[in-house]
């Protein structure tokens, strides 16, 4: 089973950067694909980027792209998100999700997409 | 890159059917059995209730359905009971992205 522990709430000023955490237990993070969603206060979801399996590398939403940045620390089996030059529109809970493995399935020609395993959410703020 | 396309709201009384729809295009519905469903209450995260289209996750009630006809998919909750009442919001792979609706309210009446 997995657990996907985040860190804490965040306020932040615009312009700054924020950083949330995300620690993996029960599964090491080399064999799981982290995502990151994020909901504003009172809307949708919205997906961020993630880990692509097929290519090894990560992907951004078009929309964050050159704002943000995903990385993992296999060591402590952590996975990090952070994102600069915050404005009040940022103001959301973010989401660390991830499939429960990142295997390639033969069956259906396709590496898992679905989100088995989410955080707690992280609450960033952003206001002056 | 817009979001997919969910009713903001339905209805239903307890042990009745509804229905959800998830409208997409041909780069993301249409093109890919890789539709996701997730029930959110309030305060919590998501949860996932249907994958790969119509796949239940070990522990969901077989209440919950998915099918997917052309660019739309769809979630049935059959015998609706009052915890059902969330926010549902589809998924779909869209080739090296990922795309949300824009979440529909289910209240039980």
């Known amino acids: 089973q997995v657990q996907l522990v985040q860190s804490g709430a965040e306020v932040k000023k615009p312009g700054a950067s924020v950083k949330v955490s995300c620690k993996v237990s029960?599964?090491?993070?080399?064999?799981?694909?982290m995502h990151w969603v994020r909901q504003a206060p009172g809307k949708g979801l919205e997906w961020m980027g993630g880990?692509?399996?097929?290519?090894?590398?990560?992907i951004y939403a078009q929309k964050f792209q050159g704002r943000v940045t995903m990385t993992e620390d296999t060591s402590t089996d952590t996975a990090y998100m952070e994102l600069s030059s915050l404005r009040s529109e940022d103001t959301a809970v973010y989401y660390c999700?991830?499939?429960?493995?990142?295997?390639?399935?033969?069956?259906?020609?396709?590496?898992?997409?679905?989100?088995?395993?989410w955080g707690q959410g992280t609450l960033v703020t952003v206001s002056s | 890159q817009s979001a997919l396309t969910q009713p903001a709201s339905v209805s239903g009384s307890p042990g009745q059917s509804i229905t959800i729809s998830c409208t997409g295009t041909?780069?993301?519905?249409?093109?890919?059995?890789?539709v996701s469903w997730y029930q959110q209450h309030p305060g919590k995260a998501p949860k996932l209730m249907i994958y790969?289209?119509?796949k239940r996750p070990s522990g969901v009630s077989n209440r919950f359905s998915g099918s997917k006809s052309g660019n739309t998919a769809s979630l049935t909750i059959s015998g609706l009971q009052a915890e059902d009442e969330a926010d549902y919001y589809c998924?779909?792979?869209?080739?090296?992205?990922?795309?949300f609706g824009g979440g529909t309210k289910l209240t039980v009446l």
């Open positions: 880990f692509d399996p097929e290519d090894g590398e990560t």
């Open positions: 999700a991830t499939p429960s493995h990142s295997n390639y399935d033969i069956l259906t020609g396709y590496y898992p997409v679905h989100f088995d395993y």
């Open positions: 041909s780069s993301d519905v249409g093109s890919y059995n890789l």
């Open positions: 998924c779909s792979y869209a080739g090296s992205r990922m795309v």
């Open positions: 029960g599964y090491t993070l080399t064999e799981l694909s």
């Open positions: 790969e289209v119509s």
